[in-house]
T-cell receptor, first 113, second 115 residues
Framework: QQQVKQSPQSLIVQKGGISIINCAYE??????FPWYQQFPGKGPALLIA?????SEKKEGRFTISFNKSAKQFSLHIMDSQPGDSATYFC????????????FGGGTRVLVKP | GAVVSQHPSWVICKSGTSVKIECRSL??????MFWYRQFPKQSLMLMAT?????????EQGVEKDKFLINHASLTLSTLTVTSAHPEDSSFYIC???????????FGDGTRLSIL
């Protein structure tokens, strides 16, 4: 059972454009929602994370929007750059479960110059 | 801060051999470490959770006798793939948390190729 569904699987955006990736979760006990960026041959690196007590969080060009009632959250990458070309994973966890992360399927983003 | 190092980064070995992968937290003490497996163009799948000084907790479907995990110190966890076969070829990634809380900090992974 896939508890975190991520879309789209791939995304092509022009330099300077906005990349938008969406995730939906099923388990209402999740209380931590991070986004990770992964380059080929490397481990994931934390980009930004949010908890359900806020609806939006912004760090630089990256913004998470969170909709608790819809059980959805999204990542917006503003002013996308070729260096942003990577695979992005959303994830979710709940504290009592030992903080295990459940990952979405990933989105491969290609930013064209 | 919060650097996690994995070694080796790439290993090739013959079928039937055992391979040990190390995961170290360089600048913090990791009470909890996680081991993931990632196939090409797929997501990360949690294999097991290890807590320092206790037995690892394996996810459903992961063979504990094949994937031996040891977390003997607060800065080191090891994953040993025993009697490895070609189907064990994958990208293995560890992560660590300072006190069991988020965020998890990931290593750069180990590419395991079994011939």
């Amino acid at each position: 059972q896939q508890q975190v569904k991520q879309s789209p699987q791939s995304l092509i955006v022009q330099k300077g454009g906005i990349s938008i990736i969406n995730c939906a979760y099923e388990n209402t006990a999740f209380d931590y929602f991070p986004w990770y960026q992964q380059f080929p041959g490397k481990g994931p690196a934390l980009l930004i994370a949010i908890r359900p007590d806020v609806s939006e969080k912004k760090e630089g060009r990256f913004t998470i929007s969170f909709n608790k009632s819809a059980k959805q959250f999204s990542l917006h990458i503003m002013d996308s750059q070729p260096g942003d070309s990577a695979t992005y994973f959303c994830a979710a966890s709940r504290g009592p479960a030992g903080n295990k992360l459940t990952f979405g399927g990933g989105t491969r983003v290609l930013v064209k110059p | 801060g919060a650097v996690v190092s994995q070694h080796p980064s790439w290993v090739i070995c013959k079928s039937g051999t055992s391979v040990k992968i190390e995961c170290r937290s360089l600048d913090f003490q990791a009470t909890t470490m996680f081991w993931y497996r990632q196939f090409p163009k797929q997501s990360l799948m949690l294999m097991a959770t290890s807590n320092e000084g206790s037995k690892a907790t394996y996810e459903q479907g992961v063979e504990k006798d094949k994937f031996l995990i040891n977390h003997a110190s607060l800065t080191l966890s090891t994953l040993t793939v025993t009697s490895a076969h070609p189907e064990d070829s994958s990208f293995y990634i560890c992560s660590a948390t300072p006190d069991g809380a988020q965020p998890q900090h990931f290593g750069d992974g180990t590419r395991l190729s079994i011939l």
